[in-house]
């Protein structure tokens, strides 16, 4: 079974650029998550998608970052002007519902903001 | 802020040995509970849960336990080998204004000793 895609790798960028992450999750999973990794600390989240509806944004900082998950699959993560305070790994999990604890995560993209 | 903790950030133990990891919750109304791996460069993977109702949870080499009357619960480890070497995150499962949302605590880097 392919697990939850993501790209790029890496990315880096200076500050009040514009960058686009994007995942592909698991096949049949109708939950998508975004978390944001900071150096040293545990994953917080930044949206969740059921299908294609957002049932939790409210750690998103809206006045520059979105996201979208069209159709319910793929997903996108904006973040426009990026920050310094932006620099993070940035992980895409998916899950089969919004009752499990178990996410699958992708290996994340590693944004630097110079 | 956060609800869950860990105890200590770093933990070094020979190859073999067992392994205890600690984290401290302070939400009491908290009923799931997870533990995730993550290695380098890799997003955080899923190793087992508990639910509140059950106070212990075996897995293969791993072990929950759940202590409701302090908050704390831990994950023991058996006979320890080098690539079980990452960070672990406890994670609970959030309510209320988190919507069912994972909230994942710091971490502790475990290093294991050849």
Redesign the interface.
Known sequence: EAG?AQSPRYKIIEKRQSVAFWCNPISGHATL?WYQQIL??????LI?FQNNGV??D?QLPKDRFSAERLKGVDSTLKIQPAKLEDSAVY?C?SSQD??S????????SRLTVL | G?SVGLHLPTLSVQEGDNSIINCAYSNSASD???WYKQES??????II?IRSNMDKRQGQRVTVLLNKTVKHLSLQIAATQPGDSAVY?C?E?GWG???????????TKLSVKP
């Open positions: 939850v998550y040293g600390q545990g994953p917080k989240l969740q049932v939790d409210s992980l999990a919004r009752a604890g178990e996410l699958f995560f992708g290996e994340g | 956060e799931y509970f997870i460069g890799k997003g955080p993977q899923f849960d995150f994670a499962i204004g988190s919507q069912g949302n994972l909230i994942f605590g710091k971490g």
